[in-house]
Structures are given as C-alpha cells and as structure tokens.
C-alpha cells in the first residue's frame, strides 16, 4: 500500500514562495504519476499540476503556469510543488495523489491528508 504525506504548507504574504512536498513510503514511486490538487473553501476540488512516472511530462493549470513548477526525486520518493509569486487566490488545502501508469489522468488511487497553504499580508 502506497502511501503519501504532504508537508511544507504554511502562511506566506502575496509575492512569496513555498515549496510543498509530497514524501511516499510503502512502495517505491517509480511507477506512480503523481498529481497535485487543492481545494479552497466552499470550492470544488482542482487539479493544480502532474507529472509523469519518469519526470519527463508535466502538465499545469492554466492558473498557475509560470509560477508553479512540479519535480520529482524518485529515489528519495519525493514529488515537489515550488510555488512562487504567491497570490492570495492560491490559498488553500494541497493534496498530492498517485496513481500508477506513465502520463497524467483524471483519475487517482491515493491520496494524502492535504497540507493548508494561506497566502495573506
């Protein structure tokens, strides 16, 4: 069983930057496209970037393109979320997710417990 903790979350004033990680122990995460979600208050869930099972593919909303920059180390078993130029509609609960396969989908198998992300002066 994979399993996967977020970590890295916390209160940044607009502008700024933090790096989120998603950290899986139980199996190797070789084989395992990782995505990251967040959801807001009173909102839907997003889909907020993925990345391939090799880090050779990576996909972004619309939203964050430019700013945000998903990476993975899979020796160490570890998928990063560097965000940067942090805007207060970026506040939010940070999941990260795995499913195996090689690219990107809709749909995942695992799932972190979130970590909370507050961008506010």
């Known amino acids: 069983q994979l399993q996967l903790v977020e970590s890295g979350g916390g209160l940044v004033q607009p502008g700024g930057s933090l790096r989120l990680s998603c950290t899986a122990s139980g199996r190797t995460l070789d084989y395992y496209v990782i995505g990251w979600f967040r959801q807001a208050p009173g909102k839907e869930r997003e889909g907020v970037s993925c990345i391939s099972s090799s880090g050779g593919s990576t996909n972004y909303a619309d939203s964050v393109k430019g700013r945000f920059t998903i990476s993975r180390d899979n020796a160490k078993k570890v998928v990063y979320l560097q965000m940067n130029s942090l805007k207060p509609e970026d506040t939010a609960v940070y999941y990260c997710?795995?499913?195996?396969?090689?690219?990107?989908?809709?749909?995942?198998?695992?799932w972190g417990q979130g970590t909370q992300v507050t961008v506010s002066s």
């Open positions: 997710a795995a499913v195996l396969g090689r690219l990107c989908g809709d749909q995942y198998d695992y």
